[in-house]
């Protein structure tokens, strides 16, 4: 891979997740031609994604048709961790742009990755997001953090009482 890799107007762009849930790792997919590229993000990352590109997309015209084939593709091991996101709306050619950065170190220079989707291929891509988000653990009512059904150790009480639902 290529330090910075611009892969243009995707053919495909798509979310998903592999592992069980409390365990699962977030993968973004990305298709332009041959090639794929596969990048892990935090459940956060998606879900901040997920609900920006729903709120570009309220100013825009409704797209017409959204894809519906958003299954990932093998091979779905992911070429590097998403440090940043960058997303802007261009005019002129009705894409949405975004910039996915690589994490790394501090004093490290790490991969970079633009591409452009549609109004379909991000209102796909949000209400795909949205839903796999929400179909993980639910969030703790006081610190946000995920509840497991063997316990939560909220730090907002310091551990010694369970949260309120």
Known sequence: MSPSLDLGDLD???VGTEGPVGKRQFLVQCR???????????????????????????????PEQVPRDLDLE?????HWVIGTLG????????????????????????DMAR??????????????????VEAGRPPCPLCGLPLDASGH?????????PPAT
Not at 37 to 46: H, R
Not at 115 to 132: D, E, H, P, Y
Not at 153 to 161: A, D, F
């Open 115 to 132: 591409f452009s989707v549609t109004r379909a291929q991000a209102a796909a891509f949000a209400i795909r997001a949205t839903s796999l």
């Open 153 to 161: 150790r909220c730090p907002r009480t310091n551990g010694h009482r």
């Open 87 to 110: 997303v802007s709306y261009d005019e002129e050619t009705d894409r949405i742009v975004l910039v996915a950065e690589e994490l790394v170190a501090e004093d490290e220079e790490g």
């Open 74 to 78: 093998d091979p779905t091991e992911p």
């Open 12 to 14: 495909r762009f798509t």
């Open 32 to 62: 332009a031609g041959d090639t794929l590229l596969t990048l892990k993000a935090e459940k956060q990352q998606v879900s901040v994604l997920a609900e920006y590109l729903g709120r570009v997309l309220q100013d825009l015209e409704r």
